[in-house]
């Protein structure tokens, strides 16, 4: 059966391991699946101008992005053999170092898994309306643009 | 009509809300645009898209009322 009921994909924080080790270990009943595919997004401690990032705060169009990743979700699940699917994004402050997207895929066999991943992920890259303020160690910001 | 228009990012740092409800006469996007401009000089400096009822639209769309938001370059992921 596919999973395809709406999920709720914002989650305040970072995500943690513990919760990616969950989700894993909550599809060893699903005994159709022979292969998953993971995408961790990790915030970058990057230097601008001699100044190093030190968190990303995330805002976002919630309404729009909801209805966008449905749409993604629906895609994806149009255009490849997928069992199921899970899309986590955080809002608010994820400090360098920690996980602010996960991805992850399930198919029965692994080919699959690897394009229905990377189509996944560059759709949220490209269509869902999410903000990043990048924080520098000294307070000041900038904001993020994904290119 | 009543338009809500809401403001994201570096947008409502330059409007300095997230939010605001506007009674306007005009029949375009782009209308709603020059009248936001006037009101908020820096945003012409800054690169956006403009969704209306959550769907990006051009400028020359017709301004069909309820949400109007501005949204700055995307950083998801």
């Known amino acids: ?147 | 009509m009543r338009i809500t228009v809401r403001y994201f990012g570096q947008i409502a740092e330059i409007t300095n809300k997230e939010k605001e409800v506007l009674e306007f006469s005009g029949h375009t996007i782009s209308e709603l645009m020059e009248s936001l401009y006037s009101k908020y000089t820096l945003l012409k400096t800054k690169d956006f898209q403009v969704a209306q009822n959550q769907e990006l639209v051009a400028l020359k769309t017709e301004l069909t009322g309820q949400e109007i938001a501005l949204l700055p370059p995307f950083a998801g992921g």
Request: glycine residues 4%; hydrophobic residues 40%; charged residues 25%.
């Open chain 1, 1 to 147: 059966m596919k999973d395809k009921k709406p999920k709720s994909v914002f989650k305040e924080g970072a995500i943690s391991s513990e919760f990616i080790g969950n989700s894993i270990y909550k599809h060893q009943t699903k005994t159709s699946i022979g292969a998953h595919n993971i995408f961790l997004g990790q915030v970058r401690a990057d230097v601008i101008d001699n100044k190093t990032v030190s968190a990303i705060e995330y805002t976002a169009y919630e309404e729009m992005s909801n209805a966008k990743f449905h749409e993604i979700r629906e895609a994806a699940f149009e255009k490849f053999e997928l069992t199921c699917m899970h899309i986590y994004h955080s809002l608010g402050k994820v400090n360098v170092g920690e996980i602010c997207l996960f991805v992850f895929v399930s198919s029965p066999r692994r080919k699959v898994v690897f394009e229905a991943l990377e189509f996944i992920v560059e759709a949220i890259k490209a269509d869902v309306p999410i903000f990043g303020k990048e924080i520098f160690e000294d307070s000041t910001h900038q904001w993020k643009q994904n290119n």
